[in-house]
């Protein structure tokens, strides 16, 4: 969702800005522009479409060289994407420019006030009201600038990441946040804002994360972070970030997406080692809260669209394992439903980015009823890990492709061996149970056998990439790992999916099967494959084309299905992983087919970060 890059220094803006806006548009978006000072002017440009759209118009126009700027990928809340409403927005006066990121929920109000004290609009955002409600202060009501600023923020209601540039003082920048996240970097005698590290990398590691109410002065070659609402100075931590840059590029890949479903052979490596001791499993960053977590009373798994299929896996084992009963709810219902929630409940939230709006609130809420509150985050510094009382980090490296794949099979891990250390403490598994559940020697090789394979999976994908409707069906962890199938298919090649417990077909799906409908159907050798056999039986006798992906080479299977995607024998865990991974390259050679925008699917974005 809209990312904010912003620089201030020595060096000329440009490259920085746009650069950065590249490093920004996994997050997803519609249009982009940069506003910088030049001549002692705002020089604006915004264009709808792809950076290298706005890159093109900057480059073929004269050589522009600026020491300040402010820059923006906008994913369109109010008003549609256009180069009206792109980012950034000018005051009246011309004299102010901002950047901004989330919703302002009573710009409505606003604007009718403004409009009346004859102030005119140009878009139809939301933002455009801050920044002319700032100019209001200044110009009608004579504030200074950094206090004009305090006086609109004191107004606004919503959620915001903002950064503001004003002709009339060269040498600032302002930031501030509210909800949507917003950092600073500090380089050599120059500053940057950004919405995360991965924009501003290249040029410096020394990070200060901005909080809640949080706003930033960088003035000539200092800064100084207030809180907005008390307008007194904070001390503030400068963190270092360990980012690669390798894991921001492709590499040899032609797509972010296919580069990290091959990463998985590596990222579930760093996921695991250092966790496990023999026996004994290892989540230090749990030990501070541990005996509130293993005497909870009540234990909830929060999470949106993929980290909440991950979440129904986590129930399957911390109920198996810990026998401890686990609710799983989306973030977005948690937040504002009734569940009884006390100092005796443990919320365990789960997001990549550890930005999503809906799940960092749904933690807010729990934390606030006395919950203890643990966070399962792949981004260190994001607002879910500093906000969760105590958590543990996925290590799978940054995902930049909008579907997410490897944080899936590392966000699984990390829960599969949380209810092992659940059940260590509840003595609920014997040792020998334990030490073989943490046997993962074979898994890299075994993912390594099924991306060997991939050409075989793409030449069964092509068969089947102009069908209209798929199923994806499995029992136990294989119904999550069906959902999450669907989801891929649907967010990269906008193929309608839907996935479902495979008994549960006969309720309703069942009558969609016809000659044109394929289902997919994960069918692992475990106590649930003479069931799903019968399943596939179903399908059959309706003349419904099926596509299985088992470690079975049973030829009653074979003969029954259309196509088979054979992966290495494994657990049930194991195999959960390893078909996950032959439905995600499933689902990107159809998407690569279909000429889809695999790693920027329309509509969507990587950090949900407004409601
Ligand atoms: C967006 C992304 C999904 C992701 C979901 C939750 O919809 O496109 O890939 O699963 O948000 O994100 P989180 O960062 O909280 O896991």
């Excluded at 050589?63 to 369109?76: D, E, L, P, V, Y």
């Excluded at 403004?114 to 955002?125: H, N, P, Q, R």
């Excluded at 809260?289 to 949106?304: E, G, L, P, Q, R």
């Excluded at 499933?586 to 969507?604: H, M, S, T």
């Amino acid at each position: 969702m809209c990312g904010i890059i912003s620089y201030k220094g020595p060096q000329n803006c440009y490259p920085i800005l746009l650069n950065g806006l590249k490093r920004l548009e996994y997050r997803g978006y519609d249009s982009a522009g940069i506003v910088s000072l030049y001549n002692n002017q705002l020089l604006q440009n915004k264009r709808v479409g792809k950076v290298q759209v706005l890159e093109k118009e900057i480059l073929s126009s004269i050589k522009i060289n600026s020491n300040i700027g402010i820059a923006h990928t906008r994913w369109a809340t109010h008003g549609k994407p256009s180069n009206e409403n792109a980012h950034p927005h000018l005051d009246n006066l011309e004299d102010i420019a901002i950047v901004h990121n989330g919703i302002i929920e009573n710009y409505s109000s606003l604007k009718d006030f403004l409009l009346k004290k004859g102030f005119s609009f140009k878009s139809e955002t939301d933002t455009e009201v801050i920044v002319q409600l700032i100019s209001y202060f200044i110009n009608s009501k004579n504030l200074d600038y950094v206090d004009a600023i305090y006086a609109a923020l004191e107004l606004v209601e919503g959620a915001f990441a903002i950064v503001i540039l004003n002709k009339n003082f060269p040498d600032m920048l302002i930031g501030a946040r509210k909800s949507s996240p917003l950092l600073l970097g500090i380089g050599k005698s120059e500053f940057f804002f950004s919405s995360d590290a991965s924009a501003i990398i290249e040029h410096t590691n020394q990070i200060v994360y901005l909080e809640d109410h949080e706003m930033c002065i960088i003035n000539g070659d200092t800064y100084e972070i207030t809180d907005f609402r008390t307008r007194e100075s904070l001390e503030k931590i400068v963190d270092t970030v360990h980012l690669e840059i390798e894991d921001i590029e492709k590499g040899t890949f032609d797509y972010f997406m296919h580069k990290e479903i091959h990463d998985q052979q590596r990222t579930i490596i760093n996921t695991i080692s250092g966790r496990i001791d023999n026996e004994h499993v290892l989540l230090n960053g749990l030990f501070p809260f541990w005996d509130n977590i293993v005497n909870s009373s009540k234990a909830y798994i929060t999470a949106c669209g993929t980290s909440w299929h991950s979440a129904l896996i986590g129930k399957i084992f911390i109920e198996r394992f810990a026998k401890i009963p686990i609710i799983v709810d989306y973030a977005s219902e948690f937040r504002y439903n009734d569940s009884p929630i006390d100092s005796s409940t443990c919320v365990i939230a789960i997001s990549q980015s550890g930005e999503t709006a809906d799940t960092l609130a749904a933690i807010k809420k729990s934390k606030e009823l006395g919950a203890t509150t643990v966070g399962i985050c792949n981004v260190p510094g994001s607002s879910i890990s500093r906000e969760t009382h105590c958590g543990v980090f996925t290590r799978c490296g940054s995902e930049i492709g909008v579907a997410s794949t490897k944080a899936f099979t590392a966000q699984i891990i990390i829960l599969y061996l949380l209810a092992l250390k659940l059940a260590q403490s509840k003595n609920s598994l014997s040792k020998k149970e334990i030490v073989q559940c943490l046997d993962f020697s074979s898994l890299s090789e075994k993912i390594s056998k099924v991306l060997i394979k991939e050409k075989n999976i793409k030449e069964v994908a092509l068969k089947y990439c102009n069908s209209s409707d798929f199923l994806y069906l499995g029992r136990g962890i294989n119904f999550p790992i069906a959902l999450e199938g669907a989801l891929k298919l649907k967010e990269i090649s906008y193929i309608h999916a839907e996935g479902y417990p495979a008994a549960e077909m006969k309720h309703g799906p069942i009558a969609l099967v016809d000659k044109n409908m394929p289902t997919v159907f994960l069918v692992s050798k475990d106590k649930s494959y003479d069931k799903i056999l019968s399943n596939i039986e179903e399908v059959k006798s309706r003349n419904g084309k099926i596509i299985a992906i088992t470690d079975s080479d049973d030829e009653k299977l074979s003969k029954l299905c259309n196509d088979i995607i054979l992966v290495p024998q494994s657990n049930e865990f194991v195999f959960g992983i390893l078909s996950t991974i032959v439905l995600q390259l499933f689902a990107f050679f159809i998407a690569v087919e279909k000429g889809c925008d695999v790693d920027q699917p329309r509509n969507l974005a990587k950090s949900v970060t407004v409601e």
